[in-house]
Every structure is written in C-alpha cells, then in structure tokens.
C-alpha cells in the first residue's frame, strides 16, 4: 500500500477541491439523468439520487487514490454530512417560512397598537400586539425566575450532593419531562382558578410555563455539571475548602456556559406553548401592565385566535406574530450570551 508522508508536517495540508467539485458535477449529472428517465419524480427524489451517486462517487475516487481504508472512511463521511444536512433543512425551511410570511404583515404600529378597537378581520395595518408582547414577556420573566432558581438548584443537589433523594428526585424531573403542556395548564387551573379566589392573570399564567421550565433546564444543567473534570473539585477540596464552597466557587463558574445555555433552552421550550395559557391567562385585548391582576395576553394566545379566525387577514396576522415571538427569543439569547461572556473575561 502506498503511503503518503507529508514533506512539512508543522504545515497544513493543502486540500485539492477540483476532484470533489467534479465528482459533485457528475453526481448533479447523473441525479438529473435518472430522474428524467425513470418514474421518480420531485425534489426528494433529485435530493436521494444525488446523494446515493455522490457517495457512490467519493467512495470510488478514494478507494482508487488510496485504498480500502480510505472509502471507508470516505463513506462514513458522507453519511455524516447528509444526516447533518436532513437535521439542519427543516430548520432552515421553518425560518425561511416563517419569516417570508411574517414579514408581510410587519408597520410601525404593529408594535405601539393593541386590538382593543380593533378586529383580527380588520386591515392589516389597524391594531397591534403591543398587548401581546408585554404578557409574553412578563410570562418569560416570571416563569424563568421561579424555575432558573429552583433547575440550578436540583441539577447540583443530583450531580454534587447525591443525597438519599437523588433517586426519587430524578425519577420526578424524568417524569416531569414527559408530562403534556396542556396538563400543566389544567393543573394550575384546577389547584387555583377552580378553588381559590385567583383569576386569569400574567402569574396564573406563568406557572405552568414554570412547570414545563423546569425538567428542561434541569436534564440540561446535569449534563452540563456532569462534563467538569472532577480534578476541579478535587484540587478544591485538596485546598481545604468545603465541599459546598468549592461547587459555588468553582463547579459554577465553570459551567456558567453550559447553565446559561440550559437557561436558553428552558425559555425556548416555553416561548410558543399555547394550550396552558388558553386556561390560565383569561385573554385580554389591551395592555395589561400588572401581571398580578386582571387578564392578560400572550403572543402563542394571539397566534391561536388569529388561526381559528381562518380569514386571510387574521392568518397573516397569525404569522406576523410567529415572527415577533421568534425575534423575542432571539433577544433573549443575544442577552443571556453577551452577560455569560462578559462574566468570563
């Protein structure tokens, strides 16, 4: 077997791409010829042929170039790459969708009006969702602060403590991780709408977001705790500090990244859930701005009256709002990033 010895091995290798654009020139070629002489039909099949003959390809050319081991390894890349590929494509038709719809339906008012004299079947350019966006962010505030408190706490006592309860307390986040929004939603509206002098309000609404909050940031933190080095904590308690001050003092601030990101995912996961609040918030059509009293409203509520309103008006509406929820959480995350790092430095 031929082996190739590089002449400076302190220098990158130089890549030659011309063999791959050719091979990725036949593989169009070939995906176009067999589409066009065989039953197969559609993008899906263009995108099967292609990547069937591209594989094809570069495992061949490797396997000429330089040996068995080598298309091997050609081959488990070009699995890779695609499953990539078929993970990251409908991300990127959800935004693309999602943002070519919603764009259409975006003015200056729409984020200075509310729909309190306003109809979902009026022009597009009359109302707002200014009401909309005050209960979403209240909602997000609220329930990341009841829940953020409470995750952190229970992914170190899971991780760092492992009391007696360890067992029983995973088994409840496990659990909590697979229970319906919807039953949080009724949860909270039977323990307090139903029995106690509670109505619809931002708080009623918050608790159930905080509910499905918590196992997400929770499964998350413990992953994130569980990838420190336990030299860390070691050389910590080597130091003679205890074991609470070294887990504060190192564990944490090690893994600020990771939490942080947990945080992210948790406020993610709750940003668009619809059915909890559709019993817990009351609805409202203008801006409430205590969200301990009186109904209140939330982008995910909006979205939902806009779709069952079916005219085409409410629909793009519908989508306008998609888009504002999703630039919400963007902001979150830009904010949540930028404070992470410049703790860091």
């Not at 990725?24 to 589409?35: D, E, G, M, Q, W």
């Not at 330089?66 to 409908?90: E, K, N, W």
């Not at 931002?202 to 933190?221: D, E, F, K, S």
């Not at 817990?280 to 801006?287: A, E, H, M, R």
């Amino acid at each position: 077997m031929t082996t190739y010895a590089p002449t400076k091995p302190w220098q990158p290798t130089k890549v030659d791409i011309s063999k791959n654009v050719l091979g990725l020139l036949i593989a169009l070629l070939v995906s176009f010829v067999v589409v066009q002489l065989t039953p197969m039909k559609g993008k899906l099949a263009y995108a099967g042929v292609l990547f069937i003959s591209a594989t094809a390809i570069q495992v061949g050319m490797k396997w000429i170039s330089r040996g068995r081991m080598a298309a091997i390894d050609g081959l488990a890349s070009s699995i890779a790459f695609t499953g990539s590929v078929i993970v990251f494509l409908p991300v990127v038709n959800i935004l693309y969708t999602t943002i070519s719809k919603g764009v259409k339906g975006l003015h200056w008012t729409l984020f200075t009006d509310t729909m309190e004299k306003s109809s979902y079947l009026d022009p597009i350019g009359m109302g707002g969702i200014l009401h909309a966006i005050v209960g979403t962010m209240y909602m997000i505030i609220m329930a990341s602060v009841i829940s953020v408190p409470l995750s952190i706490l229970t992914a170190l006592y899971l991780t760092e403590i492992k009391g007696k309860a360890a067992g029983f307390i995973q088994f409840l986040v496990q659990a909590m991780s697979g229970v319906p929004s919807v039953v949080a939603g009724i949860f909270i509206y039977a323990a307090l709408l139903l029995n106690t002098s509670f109505r619809g309000s931002g708080i009623t609404g918050a608790l159930p977001l905080a509910i499905l909050m918590i196992p997400t940031v929770t499964r998350t933190a413990q992953e994130v705790l569980l990838l420190i080095p336990n030299d860390l904590r070691e050389a910590g308690q080597a130091l003679g500090a205890t074991q609470w001050k070294t887990v504060i003092t190192i564990v944490v601030p090690a893994a600020r990244s990771g939490l942080v990101t947990a945080v992210i995912l948790g406020v993610a996961r709750i940003a668009g859930e619809t059915a909890p609040l559709l019993f817990t918030i009351g609805g409202s059509d203008k801006v409430n701005w205590n969200p301990f009293n009186g109904p209140q409203s939330a982008l995910p509520y909006y979205v939902w009256k806009g779709l069952i309103s079916g005219t085409p008006e409410a629909v793009q509406r519908a989508w306008t709002a998609i888009l504002v929820l999703l630039m919400i959480v963007l902001f979150f995350f830009s904010i949540a990033r930028y404070f992470s790092r410049q703790r860091m430095k």
